[in-house]
Every structure is written in structure tokens, then in C-alpha cells.
């Protein structure tokens, strides 16, 4: 304890002997009698930090102030006046850079407006072009199923018909197809493939006599891949489906599992699928039927009716 206290002591001593000697310079210096600490105290009432001075004097009332906005320079003005002249060409000129600020926001509202326009008058262009394409490939591929002499021909030119499919299907995948030049042919070709679909089945079941090559077919297409059944089987082939297996094998539950699988997969029926529906339903075949299938004819008229909502 006797140590620590003669080491505090010493301590204090020796600060207070550093204190002293720094009061004696500040004392002997010219500056420090003109100036007094109370000035300098941060406390005093007239005392204020430069720059709060300063950020006083600079500041203006919000009146005074003007809003920047942010101008485009020459160069961007004139490449945005050249990409609306090159994409309206027949619209109102953009305002230069030197017209007023009520000048200058009225043609961006035209701009969107006649953009959405031009947009949704090119995309109907370009349904009915493909619906074009569409009905003269569809055309060519009934004419030539017609010109067709035997059932084994068909066959033959079924196959040729799925190779020729997943050939497309191989083309869709690649990055390049959007900038191949006969895209749209090749589009047009896979909206006219459920519609050839329905012509082999029908003309296998009613020119051939052959509803089991019918049904195969629609189950080929069905199973071979999933981009085959979303192009392939659509409402065309499931109308010709339904059709095959009622009016050749009465199966009135297969017609309600098939008017289900419709519905699951966002397949919507025609006109002539619910026409057809109400007449298994009316039909006397169908009020023969037992208490075991009305469950199955109540399905169909639901399933049919679904989409006249």
C-alpha cells in the first residue's frame, strides 16, 4: 500500500508540473492576451461555428430556388427525334430540344399511345398471315391424304408426317430460330398439325374402316413427346377422338375421360363437341344406360357445357 501511494503522488506531481509549464508558454505568447477563452468557449451566446455562419448566409428561401431537371444534350436529342421518325414516320414530328416544357410532354403520351397501337396492329397482322399459311398448308396435306390410293400409303405418309414433326420440333429449340426466314411457315405448320391430325384419324375411321388406327394415332401423338401433344392434340383431334369412340364403340366412359382430360389440360371444346355431347345424352342408347353410368353421362354434359359459360 506504501508503494502505491509514493507512485500516485508521484503521478500527480508530475502532471500538475506539465500543466504549469504549458500555462507559462501560452502566457508568454502575443496571441493568447488578445484573446480571451471566453470568446472561444463553445458555450457562449454570441460564439457561432464558421460554418453555420456560412451555411446561414448561402441559404435561400425554397421561393427563390429553381428544380433542375435533367436535359439531354445534342447529340441524344437528335438520336431519339431519328428512332421515332424511324418508327412512327407518318406521326406528329418530336419537339426539339429548344420548345417548351407544355410542348414537350404532350407528344410522350401520343408516343406510348400510337406505339400500342402499331404493336397491336402488327401482332393482328401477323395472326392473320399465319391463319393464311395455316389453311394453304392444310390445303395441301388434305389434298394429298385424298390423292392417297390404299390404307399402306396412308401409313407410310403418317410416318413421314411425324419424322417431318419432330424435325420442326428440333428447329423450335434452337436459339437461331427466331432470325430464320421461314419462321413463320414453320409456326404456321405446327398450328395446322392438330387439324392433319383430325383428317388421319377421320379418314383412317371412315374411309378405311379402321377406328383402331384412329385411336392409335392419337395416342401416338399423345405420348411421343410433350411438344407433340401440346401442338398435336387439340381441339380438332380430340373432336375426332370423341367421335371415334362413340360412334364406333359406344364408350361412354372412355368420351368422359376424355372430356376430362380436356379440361385438365386446358384443351376448351367447340361447338361441335358440345353438339356432340347433348347428342349421346338425348341419344336412346344414352337413357338406356344404367344407374352406373349416369355419373359418366352427368360428367359429359358438364365437361361439354363448361365452356358456354
Known amino acids: 500500500m506504501s508503494f502505491n501511494s509514493a507512485a500516485m503522488r508521484g503521478t500527480i506531481c508530475y502532471r500538475r508540473g506539465a500543466t504549469a509549464r504549458r500555462s507559462s508558454v501560452l502566457a508568454s505568447s502575443p496571441n493568447f492576451a488578445s484573446t480571451s477563452f471566453a470568446s472561444q468557449s463553445p458555450l457562449s451566446s454570441k460564439a457561432q461555428p464558421h460554418w453555420k455562419a456560412s451555411h446561414t448566409e448561402k441559404r435561400r428561401p425554397s421561393s427563390d430556388r429553381k428544380e433542375s431537371r435533367p436535359t439531354l444534350t445534342s447529340n441524344q436529342s437528335q438520336a431519339v427525334s431519328v428512332m421515332y421518325n424511324f418508327l412512327f414516320p407518318n406521326s406528329t ?168 382430360e380436356m379440361k385438365v389440360n386446358g384443351v376448351e371444346p367447340d361447338t361441335r363437341i358440345r353438339e356432340l355431347a347433348q347428342k349421346i345424352i338425348e341419344s336412346p342408347l344414352g337413357k338406356m344406360m344404367t344407374e352406373s353410368a349416369s355419373g359418366d353421362l352427368y360428367e359429359i354434359d358438364r365437361l361439354a357445357k363448361r365452356a358456354q359459360a
Open 93 to 260: 414530328p418530336r419537339p426539339k430540344a429548344g420548345h417548351t416544357e407544355q410542348q414537350a410532354t404532350r407528344p410522350q403520351t401520343n408516343f406510348f399511345d400510337e406505339f400500342a397501337k402499331r404493336a397491336e396492329a402488327h401482332n393482328e397482322q401477323l395472326q392473320k398471315a399465319q391463319t393464311a399459311t395455316m389453311k394453304t398448308i392444310l390445303a395441301k396435306k388434305r389434298a394429298d391424304i385424298d390423292g392417297l390410293q390404299d390404307d399402306q400409303q396412308l401409313i407410310r405418309w403418317t410416318a413421314d408426317l411425324f419424322a417431318r414433326q419432330e424435325e420442326i420440333e428440333s428447329l423450335k429449340r434452337l436459339p437461331s430460330f427466331p432470325q430464320r426466314a421461314d419462321r413463320d411457315d414453320i409456326t404456321a405448320e405446327l398450328e395446322a398439325y392438330s387439324h392433319i391430325i383430325g383428317s388421319l384419324m377421320s379418314t383412317f375411321r371412315d374411309r378405311y374402316r379402321d377406328p383402331h388406327l384412329a385411336l392409335a394415332v392419337f395416342d401416338h401423338v399423345r405420348h411421343r413427346s410433350v411438344a407433340s401433344y401440346v401442338c398435336g392434340c387439340k381441339t380438332p383431334a380430340y373432336h375426332q377422338l370423341l367421335i371415334t369412340l362413340w360412334t364406333c364403340f359406344k364408350d361412354l366412359r372412355g368420351v368422359a375421360n376424355a372430356l376430362r
